[in-house]
């Protein structure tokens, strides 16, 4: 299995910058197809984006479309998440998920991923 840990969250004004990171441990990272989902008090998790093994396709939900952008990079093991002009709505745990798949989907649904950090704050201050 996959163990991932989340990194690089924290608070930030509107419209400012913050990226975040997964690093992923254990098993070959490019074999898993990896997200990013949110959690916000009283919400239920959603998915922000995600990105197939290799790169090569990419898929965000439309409220970060232009505003966010996922990469990874399989030599070292990380997934990362570029957020600008941030949007207090945007507050929320930020989790990384991995799915052991080399199919070009994207899966946007929380239970196709099996494995998960334990999340990272980010809080947008208005």
């Known amino acids: 299995q996959v163990q991932l840990v989340e990194s690089g969250g924290g608070l930030v004004q509107a419209g400012g910058s913050l990226r975040v990171s997964c690093a992923a441990s254990g098993r070959t990272f490019s074999n898993y197809i990896m997200g990013w989902f949110r959690q916000a008090p009283g919400k239920e998790r959603e998915f922000v984006a995600g990105i197939s093994w290799n790169g090569g396709k990419t898929y965000y939900t439309d409220s970060v479309k232009g505003r966010f952008t996922i990469s990874r990079d399989n030599a070292k093991n990380t997934m990362y998440l570029e957020m600008n002009s941030l949007k207090p709505e945007d507050t929320a745990v930020y989790y990384c998920?991995?799915?052991?798949?080399?199919?070009?989907?994207?899966?946007?649904?929380?239970?196709?991923?099996?494995?998960w950090g334990q999340g990272t704050q980010v809080t947008v201050s208005s």
């Open positions: 998920a991995a799915r052991y798949s080399a199919a070009p989907y994207i899966y946007t649904d929380y239970s196709a991923y099996a494995y």
